[in-house]
């Protein structure tokens, strides 16, 4: 079963790709991926969580403990296409197998939070 083994390869690439695309608060694909000072990436909804679980204007990096702040981050749209070529990948791989990939999952999950304080306390939980 040649194929069988194919669409192993191709899934252990992007298991790969998914942890580089992973944003390390919520674990999962950088949503709107934002770039801090110190060169680690975040979706931007995951970091402003965090700062505002802070109350100040100035959060630590959950990487480096690098300061933080709203005024520093960029909009990385250079990740921001990877990941939506990325979720593209995932997609027409779902319509050809006809099996759910893992990776889509976890973008699911977040969708469902209902309510920010929600999602914030799942965020913190990982603190
Ligand atoms: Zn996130
Ligand atoms: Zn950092």
Not at 35 to 41: I, R, V
Not at 47 to 69: H, N, V
Not at 107 to 113: A, F, Q
């Amino acid at each position: 079963m040649a194929s069988t083994s194919g669409i192993q390869k191709i899934h252990k690439t992007l298991t790969q790709m998914q942890k580089n695309l992973e944003c390390s608060i919520c674990l999962e694909l950088l949503q709107d991926p934002v770039l801090t000072k110190c060169e680690h990436h975040f979706c931007n909804f995951c970091i402003l969580a965090l700062l505002q679980s802070k109350r100040r204007p100035s959060a630590p990096c959950p990487l480096c403990k690098e300061p933080i702040t709203k005024r520093s981050l960029t909009t990385h749209s250079t990740l921001k296409s990877i990941v939506t070529a990325f979720q593209s990948v995932v997609a027409a791989i779902e319509s050809d197998t006809g099996q759910k990939c893992e990776y889509s999952q976890g973008v699911g999950r977040r969708n469902n939070m209902h309510t920010f304080e929600q999602y914030l306390w799942m965020v913190l939980k990982h603190y």
